[in-house]
């Protein structure tokens, strides 16, 4: 909760003098310190099935900044390995 109020000083005073934050203001503030790249989210889910895939792009889609943002930002890299492998052992002796 900490590292998301360090992204806006008025959640950062606000958490340094009540101890918490509301559930709005860490979505803000998750907004805010992912548009800064502050906070870099790690998601793992198997494409394969679809489990999760609709929750990763509804994310991205809410919190990422948006494509026409500035040219002066920080580029984004993202590593999307696919992996599929059927593991077959054979031994001969």
């Given amino acids: ?33 992912f548009q800064q790249q502050t906070f870099i989210p790690v998601f793992a889910t198997p494409s394969s099935i679809s489990v999760g895939v609709p929750q990763v792009l509804d994310f991205i889609s809410e919190h990422a900044p948006s494509p026409l943002m500035p040219a002066n930002q920080k580029p ?9 492998f059927q593991l077959r052992i054979h031994h001969r002796f």
């Fill in 1 to 33: 909760m900490e590292n998301v109020a360090e992204s806006d000083d008025k959640l950062l005073e606000k958490f340094f003098d009540e101890g918490e934050l509301s559930a709005a203001e860490i979505k803000d503030g998750l907004k805010g310190a």
């Fill in 76 to 84: 984004y890299a993202a590593m999307i390995p696919k992996l599929k």
